[in-house]
T-cell receptor, first 117, second 115 residues
Framework: DTGVSQNPRHKITKRGQNVTFRCDPI?????LYWYRQTLGQGPEFLTY????????KSRLLSDRFSAERPKGSFSTLEIQRTEQGDSAMYLC???????????????FGPGTRLTVT | AQTVTQSQPEMSVQEAETVTLSCTYD???????LFWYKQPPSRQMILVIR????KQQNATENRFSVNFQKAAKSFSLKISDSQLGDAAMYFC????????????WGAGTKLIIKP
């Protein structure tokens, strides 16, 4: 078990371009979360999946954002027509997500830092 | 709406001493638990300790312990024998069964360790 991984670790893009990030959760983890974090702030929830089903999306997630988790394994987060305000760290976390109480602990990946110029 | 308040934006402590980080929260959930996460500079978020709200006993994990006051909705983190590696942002995050255990995050406290 190598933990949650995210790729790329850094992404610099020009305003208006599309970007896609990938998250590989801990194997057998059913839940996968996406967060956005700006400097000096706590994570802001974006969306989460239970297996392949996207169960909730934050109002922060505009139409330019889309997330998928095909087959309940890895997930991708795509941002279309990027804006400078999208510059942030995008964090992914996973948890077992069922059963006993301890199954809801979230384990985080290293994040993808997006810079929109 | 659930909210989390970490009233100390920054705290500093001398190496080897003890420091307490405060957290208060507001929730209407009956079944929930609370986490403290640590985020070192430019590194990933790490779970430090968790507390189930139904348990009266405060959680302890090596040098880290919590003071959970359920009625006061207070969940402070005590770090004993502070080490340089403890320097990080610390986030308090409760999650409840009604909200499907999604975590609500505080703004964080930056902990500085003085050598």
């Amino acid at each position: 078990d190598t933990g949650v991984s995210q790729n790329p670790r850094h992404k610099i893009t020009k305003r208006g371009q599309n970007v896609t990030f990938r998250c590989d959760p801990i194997s057998e983890h059913n839940r996968l979360y996406w967060y956005r974090q700006t400097l000096g702030q706590g994570p802001e929830f974006l969306t989460y999946f239970q297996n392949e089903a996207q169960l909730e999306k934050s109002r922060l997630l505009s139409d330019r954002f889309s997330a998928e988790r095909p087959k309940g394994s890895f997930s991708t987060l795509e941002i279309q027509r990027t804006e400078q305000g999208d510059s942030a760290m995008y964090l992914c976390a996973s948890s077992l997500g069922f059963g006993s109480r301890g199954d809801y602990e979230q384990y985080f990946g290293p994040g993808t830092r997006l810079t929109v110029t | 709406a659930q909210t989390v308040t970490q009233s100390q934006p920054e705290m500093s402590v001398q190496e080897a001493e003890t420091v307490t980080l405060s957290c208060t929260y507001d929730t209407s959930e009956s079944d929930y638990y609370l986490f403290w996460y640590k985020q070192p500079p430019s590194r990933q978020m790490i779970l430090v300790i968790r507390q189930e709200a139904y348990k009266q006993q405060n959680a302890t994990e090596n040098r880290f312990s919590v003071n959970f006051q359920k009625a006061a909705k207070s969940f402070s983190l005590k770090i004993s024998d502070s080490q340089l590696g403890d320097a990080a942002m610390y986030f308090c995050a409760p999650g409840g069964v009604d909200s499907n255990y999604q975590l609500i995050w505080g703004a964080g406290t930056k902990l500085i360790i003085k050598p």
